[in-house]
């Protein structure tokens, strides 16, 4: 089984910056698809990011440009840097690892941005 464990997250003031982090660990080998989504109060969870093993990447649109996915493949880590982060953008947000129909999700982090 695949474990995914994120860190990084918290509250910070708006105009801040966080960077979440999710390592991979268990039976996952090979070429394999890492994302972030985000679910906030009364919405449903939509993809924040993503990046595939080559290295492209996609964003939402709300958050392009000022969030960056990047990806450590010997660390299995995905990464997530947040600049200039708006009250909107407070959720909890899920790692997400997928290869062909096999998918696995985090726990989930809280980022809060609030004065």
């Known amino acids: 089984q695949v474990q995914l464990v994120e860190s990084g997250g918290g509250l910070v003031q708006p105009g801040g910056s966080l960077r979440l982090s999710c390592t991979a660990s268990g039976s996952i080998f090979g070429f394999y698809t890492m994302a972030w989504y985000r679910q906030a109060p009364g919405k449903q969870r939509d993809l924040v990011a993503r990046i595939i093993n080559g290295g492209t990447t996609n964003y939402a649109d709300s958050v392009k440009g000022r969030f960056t996915i990047s990806r450590d493949n010997g660390r299995n880590t995905v990464y997530l840097q947040m600049h200039s982060l708006e009250a909107e953008d407070t959720a909890v947000y899920y790692c997400?690892?997928?290869?062909?129909?096999?998918?696995?999700w985090g726990q989930g982090i809280q980022v809060t941005v609030s004065s």
């Open positions: 997400n690892v997928g290869k062909r129909s096999q998918v696995y």
